[in-house]
């Protein structure tokens, strides 16, 4: 390592951000980057460990002691091109992941881990602004064609593999625009679409062809898609959501979260054209869900001007440290604390919503909730939920923003494909090689594994490319990272 000592001499150090009442004004990226000279510190504290945990803990396997060496000695192109070599989109990740291998550093024992997702953020964006990242179109084009059905992470990922090994790929997306839940999930304030534009067009000059509006299973056939490609990849996301099967759910008011963000996504793209306009405006607003898409929902009703947030969360409020049940370098279940809730929301955990109240338009005026408790008996290998008799509340609430989580994909394309299914719903893939029941069609991302993270998303493309590549070929030239290394999730 350039800096042997680093970890006992430098301090972490994380980005900062813009003061709250400026931040809320608009839709824009809101961090404040480290100077360079503090990066270089920040790669110094990796710790020449000897076994680093930090491979294992990311589902990429990116060479992170290697990049964060190359920041510290200021050899930035090839820290760019050594993270390149294992996550074909560092700039998503660097500022989407939740930093698995910051969870496995070794440093992380006792001490604040590394900021490697920090490190690989800046690695990118010094990369683009250099003008290192540069289209590398294949030297040699097979005979062969590959459908990839959706463009999110892993449909970008699985396309630019197999491009890369010489196959013309084609990208169906059925929204007006690329990018999937990249595009039109995530707020601006956490990935401006620019950042998604400017790699979208390398893609493009790589040779890959995107087609949008394009909803394989409506628009476009099974039938044609299969007789026009050698292969196809499903690489859609889990879109199905999960609601409150209570009283009052149908009420004007209640929303699932992802069309609230979608649609905000949709209005700061200037599009303008919906149903029904779904705003937080002085409105009394209640997240159901405490994880990253409620957290995206509370910064954005903060911008549309909400009267008031409440977040209600399910489980107990996690603790701030490890619990026992979950030592280094598993990945803890600890309290988060997100910049959206820094700009302002209430948190309730150990809640649970009974029913919804609406008055005689069916508008949504308010909503019913009992506090629960997780309760685990001997011999038991889940807690018990049980409500505590006494606590019903009444809370006033004009718009609800259900960010319960997706139980699976969609079926209609399933269907027609002729695919079978696991138990949670998800396409049934052989892990192994990501091949489905039906010759020639292969599945990779959130539709065969189910809701999951960014960097498993990458991954998963990545992985499936490979087997796709050799299912045409018989060999595939394309990297395959062991995932038997991979840290066991609890």
């Not at 990242?133 to 959706?150: E, L, M």
């Not at 292969?231 to 209570?246: D, F, H, K, N, S």
């Not at 494909?417 to 893939?429: E, F, H, S, V, Y």
Request: aromatic share 6%; hydrophobic share 35%.
């Amino acid at each position: 390592m350039g800096k042997t000592t680093g970890f006992l001499e430098y301090k972490r150090a994380d980005e900062t951000y813009l003061p709250v009442q400026e931040r809320v004004e608009n839709y824009k990226e809101f961090t404040v980057p480290l100077k360079e000279p503090e990066l270089k510190k920040q790669g110094g504290r990796c710790m020449d460990c000897g076994v680093p945990f930090c491979h294992s803990g990311c589902p990429l396997g990116n060479l992170i002691p290697d990049f964060n060496d190359m920041v510290y000695k200021g050899r930035w192109k090839e820290a760019a091109q050594i993270l390149h070599s294992t996550n074909n989109f560092p700039e998503f990740t660097g500022r989407l992941c939740p930093a698995p291998c910051e969870e496995s550093c070794v440093l992380g024992i006792n001490e604040d881990p590394v900021s490697i997702e920090n490190i690989e953020k800046n690695i990118a964006e010094k990369a683009f602004e250099e003008g290192w990242v540069q289209a590398q179109p294949p030297k040699k084009r097979t005979d062969k064609t590959v459908a990839v059905i959706g463009s999110g992470p892993s449909g970008l990922a699985t396309a630019q593999q197999l491009n890369c090994a010489g196959h013309s790929v084609t990208i169906y997306e059925r929204d007006a625009k690329i990018g999937g839940l990249l595009r039109y999930g995530i707020p601006d304030f956490k990935l401006q679409k620019d950042v998604i534009d400017r790699r979208l067009q390398v893609l493009e000059e790589e040779g890959i062809i995107f087609k949008t509006n394009s909803e394989v299973g409506k628009n476009i056939s099974v039938e044609k898609l299969k007789s026009d490609h050698d292969a196809i990849v499903l690489c859609g996301g889990a879109t199905i959501r999960r609601g409150i099967p209570i009283k009052g759910a149908h009420l004007k008011g209640v929303y699932q979260a992802m069309d609230f963000l979608k649609q905000n996504n949709e209005r700061v793209d200037d599009f303008q054209e919906w149903e029904e306009v779904i705003m937080a405006t002085d409105k009394n607003v209640v997240v159901i869900g405490g994880g990253d898409t409620g957290s995206d929902c509370i910064g954005t009703s903060n911008r549309h001007g909400a009267a008031s947030v409440t977040n209600f969360e399910i489980l107990s409020r996690p603790t701030i440290e490890r619990s026992e049940e979950q030592p280094w370098p598993y990945f803890p279940m600890r309290l988060k604390t997100t910049s959206s809730h820094q700009e302002g929301v209430e948190r309730v955990f150990s809640i649970s919503t009974k029913e919804f109240i609406g008055d005689q338009k069916g508008n949504l005026t308010g909503l019913i909730t009992v506090d629960v408790e997780w309760i685990k008996k001997p011999g038991q290998l889940r807690p018990e939920l049980k409500e505590v008799k006494g606590t019903e509340k009444t809370w006033k609430c004009d718009m609800a923003l259900l960010a319960l989580g997706f139980t699976g994909p969609e079926k209609t394309l399933i269907d027609q494909l002729g695919l079978d299914t696991d138990m949670r719903g998800n396409i049934k893939a052989d892990p192994s090689n990501h091949k489905t029941n039906v010759d020639g069609i292969f599945a990779a991302g959130d539709m065969r594994r189910g809701q999951s993270l960014i960097v498993w998303a990458i991954s998963e493309g990545r992985e499936a490319a490979h087997h796709v590549d050799s299912y045409l070929m018989g060999t595939s030239q394309l990297p395959l990272k062991d995932l038997d290394n991979d840290l066991p999730r609890r």
